[in-house]
Nanobody, 127 residues
């Protein structure tokens, strides 16, 4: 069973930093997989923020390029795979609920590409 558990959210002032963590388990880590971060503000659609795959390739939404960095620990079979989102120079527009998502075939930042989702964690940036 695939599980994704987020941690590390909170309230921060504009210009500050936060690091989100996602503990991913249940994937066949010897095969291709992708983990991504999404965010959703009230009244807005869910937006892809950053993606990393088992080849180590990364993708970022233009709104976070140069400020956010996605990274992952090497995973062993049947162990948790940790994926991190380091968020620097945060802006009030970054406020939202952040979700970790995973899939065995996803290649981009479209939410429709991901079958597995965490519960989400709140990030709030004050001005």
């Amino acid at each position: 069973e695939v599980q994704l558990v987020e941690s590390g959210g909170g309230l921060v002032q504009a210009g500050g930093s936060l690091r989100l963590s996602c503990a991913a388990s249940g994937f066949t880590f010897d095969d291709y997989y992708a983990i991504a971060w999404f965010r959703q503000a009230p009244g807005n659609e869910r937006q892809g923020v950053a993606h990393i795959n088992s080849d180590g390739s990364t993708l970022y939404d233009d709104s976070v390029k140069g400020r956010f960095t996605i990274s992952g620990d090497n995973a062993s079979v049947n162990a948790n795979h940790m994926v991190y989102l380091q968020m620097n120079r945060l802006e009030p527009e970054d406020t939202g609920r952040y979700y970790c998502a995973g899939d065995s075939a996803a290649a981009g930042l479209g939410p429709w590409e991901y079958d597995f989702w965490g519960q989400g964690i709140q990030v709030s940036v004050s001005s």
